[in-house]
């Protein structure tokens, strides 16, 4: 089992910043190379792919809503992801979710084995 525990996630203004930390831990995480996703959720919305990451971290992915705006990144050796989010908007407010495969990173929460409980982030006006 793997678990994933999402930190970092709060109230801010629109233009600012925040820095999503997920933590993972278990034994079959150091057996595997697991591709590492951020989603979110927001109310009366399905949830969606924020940005990705490869097991080496040379491959991301982004959705074009975040694009230049997020910054995906890993620290292996710490068993951590990382999602900087600058430039907030309120139609960034939702859920974030954590999610690890031991496939290919892909767009759709099918493909995804694990999950945190989420982070609550919102960005007001």
């Known amino acids: 089992q793997v678990q994933l525990v999402e930190s970092g996630g709060g109230l801010v203004q629109a233009g600012g910043s925040l820095r999503l930390s997920c933590a993972a831990s278990g034994r079959s995480f150091s057996s595997y190379t697991y591709a590492m996703s951020w989603f979110r959720q927001a109310p009366g919305k399905e949830r969606a792919i924020v940005a990705g990451i490869n097991w080496s971290g040379d491959r991301t992915y982004y959705a074009d809503s975040v694009k230049g705006r997020f910054t995906i990144s890993r620290d292996n050796a710490k068993n951590m992801v990382y999602v900087q989010m600058n430039s907030l908007k309120p139609e960034d407010t939702a859920v974030y979710y954590c999610?690890?495969?031991?496939?290919?990173?892909?767009?759709?929460?099918?493909?995804?084995?694990?999950w945190g409980q989420g982070t609550q982030v919102t960005v007001s006006s």
């Open positions: 999610a690890a495969t031991p496939r290919m990173m892909g767009r759709l929460d099918g493909g995804y084995d694990y």
